[in-house]
């Protein structure tokens, strides 16, 4: 385990890393990690002589950093570009501890990345889902809130003969699934 001892954040070019626009980069080479691991923004750095602009444990350590980030491409660990959040998770697997900020900074990245992709699928999905609930109620005269059908059944058929394979099973699961998701009552029509 790689631990960070005696490692000052402190720049004499006085510029510290912004974390935000970091983990919004769609990918990172080895420079870019071990600069931010090490608290520092990586265009401050000049990876062949970092003395310039930490202090000399933090040069010991980024060095260290670097060199295990490059072997870990080089390994195929990482990618040559990778992302931050595949970073994060080769530095848990490895056992590297890294600035909390910029864990916390990639994390929120990640959740922001897939909460926004979230919401157009579960719209389609529930679009989808909707589709089936018309289908049912319009051709089959469904009514949810009954305990015994033929829908999925005739559905099924209807299925069948038009070639497209979905099974009973398959659409009552999905009616039941529409029954929570749009909270269809027996006065729905």
């Not at 990586?42 to 933090?58: D, K, T």
Request: aromatic share 10%; glycine share 4%; with cysteine.
């Amino acid at each position: 385990m790689v631990e960070r001892t005696n490692v000052e954040k402190y720049s004499t070019c006085g510029v510290g890393p912004d974390y935000t626009y970091w983990c919004q980069c769609p990918f990172w080479n080895p420079e870019d990690a071990a600069g931010l691991a090490a608290g520092l923004d990586p265009r401050a750095i000049n990876a062949a002589y970092p003395e310039h602009c930490m202090a000399p444990a933090s040069v010991i350590w980024y060095r260290k950093i670097l060199e295990l980030v490059r072997r870990a491409v080089h390994g195929g660990d990482l990618k040559p570009w990778f992302r931050p959040m595949d970073f994060l998770s080769w530095t848990r697997r490895v056992g590297i501890e890294i600035d909390a900020v910029l864990v916390t900074a990639i994390e929120d990245a990640y959740r922001r990345v897939e909460v926004a992709e979230k919401p157009e699928s579960t719209r389609r999905y529930n679009i989808d889902l909707g589709m089936y609930v018309l289908y049912a109620r319009v051709v089959h005269r469904w009514n949810p809130l009954s305990l015994r059908n033929t829908v999925a059944k005739d559905m099924a058929d209807d299925c069948r003969r038009l070639k497209i394979r979905i099974s009973e099973s398959t659409i009552r699961d999905r009616l039941n699934e529409a029954k929570e998701v749009h909270d269809l009552q027996l006065g729905d029509t």
